[in-house]
């Protein structure tokens, strides 16, 4: 299957600071891409649509102000933390859906971001 | 957004047993549904998808069966074996966009 590779794995951060978490797509191109979160023992909450070359589409409730999303390329999207706070403290997860009606999305292996 | 995250109900079988993880889902409109099972601190893994023209998809040792009554989905693992231990999260997607997750279910087989 595609190949989604998210960096870094793993980020603790101070209060007030901002984190940048890279999504690629490393064998395909991909138009669109989404951003999630999850909480411990939880369901992965779509955050936002990323979408190659304009604005990215967020969900009810997401700050866009402060989860920042830009999608440069056709295989690279970032999503800025900024002004982090301790309760901004999850597991970000990206996916990267293949092109067509019925295509599965491939999904990073996660960042865990620790604010403190 | 779509379905709520709750705390994840829990599943434990014994190894050798089958298995069977439930998912309802919210949108009338999907058409599109994935399983998924994710690890503890890895992103989601793509187990098997089923379309809503159909009722039943079987894979190995994996089968999906689809209810659009009642919105509701089922995992069927066959023989279950330890390294099935992991969260199963079902997805819907609808015109093809955005996968909207299930609540997920935490299974532990027991050797």
């Known amino acids: 299957g595609a190949v989604v590779s998210q960096h870094p794995s793993w980020v603790i951060c101070k209060s007030g600071t901002s984190v940048k978490i890279e999504c690629r797509s490393l064998?395909?191109?991909?138009?669109?891409m989404f951003w999630y979160r999850q909480f411990p023992k939880q369901s992965l909450m779509l955050m936002a649509t990323?979408?190659?070359?304009?604005?990215?589409?967020?969900e009810q409730g997401v700050e866009k102000d402060k989860f920042l999303i830009n999608h440069a390329s056709l295989t690279l999207s970032t999503l800025t933390v900024t002004s982090a706070h301790p309760e901004d403290s999850s597991f970000y997860i990206c996916?990267?859906?293949?092109?067509?009606?019925?295509?599965?999305?491939?999904f990073g292996q996660g960042t865990r971001l620790t604010v403190v | 957004g779509e379905s709520v995250g709750l705390h994840l109900p829990t599943l434990s079988v014994q190894e050798g047993d089958n298995s069977i993880i439930n998912c309802a889902y919210s949108n009338s409109a999907s058409d599109y549904f994935i399983w998924y099972k994710q690890e503890s601190g890895k992103g989601p893994q793509f187990i098997i998808d089923i379309r809503s023209n159909m009722d039943k998809r079987q894979g190995q040792r994996v089968t999906v069966l689809l209810n659009k009554t009642v919105k509701h989905l089922s995992l069927q693992i066959a023989a279950t074996q330890p390294g099935d231990s992991a969260v199963y999260f079902c997805?819907?997607?609808?015109?093809?966009?955005?996968?909207?997750f299930g609540t997920g279910t935490s299974l532990t087989v027991i050797p």
């Open positions: 997805a819907e997607n609808m015109s093809g966009n955005q996968f909207y």
């Open positions: 064998d395909f191109q991909a138009t669109t």
């Open positions: 996916s990267a859906k293949l092109r067509g009606r019925f295509a599965e999305a491939f």
């Open positions: 990323s979408n190659e070359g304009s604005k990215a589409t967020y």
